[in-house]
């Protein structure tokens, strides 16, 4: 230890005018039985505590981690889409009873169920309202697929369905070509949710809820409320058309997707490389 100290020595000469004081305490600066002890002394403030607090090691947090996860966006769409579901089976029902109760009744007294009304009451989607999104979607496979839309040639298949395979079908338009459910077939609607087993689509209303709809006069009450559908990956196969983007002109190029081999979250489909399978299961 440097016992002429010229830091301190200089620091405490801004304190003090004698140097037998600076040379005194410059002596017990260091010393165990001096006047200034090594040594760091806490005392108490004189305010109350509580003595039942947990320490920070034990705490719990202030906010549970169900409740973070509740705010996150999929998780406040997936309970949307259940609680939309849901109260479409309701209104369903309600079309089957009306139904029921009208059957023998002649046409001339038989009462209109209110389904704009009851539309409006259980806040059920329109497909109207998504038509903008699917514009945006368009937007952007173009773009994806067509880097360069100037060009008098199109890009080659085996360039474009590496792209289609991690693309975001979230605001496409997907038609059901064929499905293991018969019933599905033919329904078309833009996709709100692309979950790792099923696309929920909002379809449309009556006669534009399936392909093959247009001559037909009466409609199942399923069809009368459109609003979402949930439809399985698996077993199905859905088309969908990609506008060329050209002047004045409405071309579009015709996919399909086999939902079998589609089962992946979007994320995690976006990542992946895909790879050829057989096909015989989809055949």
Known sequence: ????????????????????????????RY????????????????????????????????????????QKTRYVVRDYVKTTLNNQKKLVKKIQ???????????????????????????????????????????????????????????????????????????????VIDSSNKLLKGVRGIVVLDTQHTFILVVPQNEDAKDGNDHKTSFSPTEQVGGLRAIAKKGSLFGFDVLIPKDNEEECLGFTIAGTRFEFRSPDRAARKFKNHKVNDLI
């Open 31 to 70: 010393s165990v039985s001096g006047d200034q002890k090594p040594s760091l002394v806490l005392l108490p403030t004189g305010m109350a505590s509580d003595s039942n607090r947990p320490s920070l090691n034990t705490r719990s947090k202030t906010r549970s981690m169900d409740a973070i996860r509740k």
């Open 1 to 28: 230890m440097n016992r002429k100290d010229p830091l301190e020595r200089h620091l405490l000469t801004r304190c003090y005018d004698s140097e037998s004081r600076i040379q005194e305490l410059l002596s017990s």
């Open 97 to 175: 009873a009306h139904n029921r109760r009208y059957k023998n009744v002649d046409e001339a007294k038989r009462k209109t169920f209110p389904i704009k009304k009851m539309i409006e009451k259980y806040s059920i989607p329109q497909y109207s309202d998504f038509v903008a999104m699917n514009n945006m979607w368009q937007d952007y496979i173009q773009t994806l697929l067509f880097p360069n839309p100037d060009s008098s040639t199109l890009p080659g298949i085996g360039t474009m369905l590496p792209k289609l395979a991690t693309a975001d079908y979230h605001g496409c338009l997907l038609t």
